[in-house]
């Protein structure tokens, strides 16, 4: 990913397994559906099954961290592995956590 990327188009025009193909032109056919909804369509769970394409929707879905992030963990199931996933790739985007989100675990 180039600095500065659109992360959704980075993540639409990337390289994918054979394997992870279904499931890919899944999670990017589903963006702009609401997230809920659609990762539990998916499956909420951790496994890859289900997991990739929650995360990859959440990707392709939202352009900024507290918006992805909000919409992931709204979405339940393990979130969490989800987040890292998505974290980690926004971060690498330059998409910034906001500052009140920041300021509220300081001193923790």
Known sequence: ??????????????????????????????????????????????GVEGGFEGTI???????????AMIANAQAGGDNAARAMIIGMIM???NKEIPQTWKNSVKGL
């Open 1 to 46: 990913m180039a600095l500065g990327a659109n992360i959704a188009d980075t993540v639409k025009n990337t390289a994918i397994d054979p394997l992870l193909a279904r499931a890919h032109g899944a999670a990017i056919n589903s963006k702009g559906k609401e997230t809920f909804g659609t990762i539990r369509t998916f499956g909420p769970a951790c």
């Open 57 to 67: 929707h959440v990707l392709a879905s939202y352009d900024d961290y507290k918006s």
């Open 91 to 93: 971060g690498a985007a």
